[in-house]
């Protein structure tokens, strides 16, 4: 059971370069989101999703997009790369909310990504 | 006023003893509580749910105050595999999203 993999783990893009940041689960999670936590700060929600076919924006969307077509999938795609986005890119998953309120995420192991 | 609020530390803490610390939370809604652990470079780990009644895990325990609202985590007996980031997380009253505080950095040292 692999849970959540990110791939890839490093990346080193020049500026106004696009990539794709791929994110799987296996545990069959409907909610899945797209965090990125910046040196010595907290992590910030960019975008989420609920289920396949649904996203929405979080915190810090801008410079970001993605797509929900299954429910193990869940890519970010950065556009035209600034150097602003130079930090640790986390997917999550969970189950939906139970009769307690929200379930704790799964992490996958982040993607570094340096913008030059 | 930040929607989850922790002291970032590092709290030092001898190897052995008791540390425990606080996190604010400022929605009164919310129901979800948890704190995480993210060790150096690594992803966040859930270490434990926090719990009205409160609740023990091993050498963890966390306690909820709804009044106050503040969950807390102590940690007896330390130990060196202990330092780390402890992440508060709370959820938002509506919705399906976790809000991350910024962690608190403890050091156990020998």
């Known amino acids: 059971n692999a849970g959540v993999t990110q791939t890839p783990k490093f990346r080193i893009l020049k500026i106004g370069q696009s990539m794709t940041l791929q994110c799987t689960q296996d545990?069959?999670?409907?909610?899945m989101y797209w965090y990125r936590q910046d040196p010595g700060m907290g992590l910030k929600l960019i975008y989420y999703?609920?289920?396949?076919?649904?996203?929405d924006k979080g915190e810090v969307p801008n410079g970001y997009n993605v797509s929900r077509s299954t429910t193990e999938d869940f890519p970010l795609r950065l556009e035209l790369a600034a150097p602003s986005q130079t930090s640790v890119y986390f997917c999550?998953?969970?189950?939906?909310?139970?009769?307690?309120?929200?379930?704790?995420?799964?992490f996958g192991s982040g993607t570094r990504l340096t913008v030059v | 006023r930040k929607e989850v609020e922790q002291d970032p530390g590092p709290f030092n803490v001898p190897e052995g003893a008791t540390v425990a610390f606080n996190c604010t939370y400022s929605?009164?809604?919310?129901?979800?509580f948890f704190w995480y652990r993210q060790d150096c470079r690594k992803e966040p780990k859930l270490l434990m749910s926090?719990?009205?009644s409160g609740n023990e895990d091993g050498r963890f325990t966390a306690q909820l105050n709804r009044a106050s609202q503040y969950i807390s985590l102590l940690i007896r007996d330390s130990k060196l595999s202990d330092s780390a980031t402890y992440l508060c997380?709370?959820?938002?009253?509506?919705?399906?999203?976790?809000?991350f505080g910024g962690g608190t950095r403890v050091l156990v040292k020998p």
């Open positions: 999550a998953s969970s189950y939906s909310r139970g009769p307690l309120g929200q379930y704790g995420y799964t």
């Open positions: 545990m069959n999670h409907n909610y």
């Open positions: 999703s609920v289920g396949a076919g649904i996203t």
């Open positions: 929605n009164s809604a919310s129901q979800s």
């Open positions: 926090v719990y009205s």
């Open positions: 997380v709370v959820n938002k009253a509506a919705g399906n999203k976790l809000t």
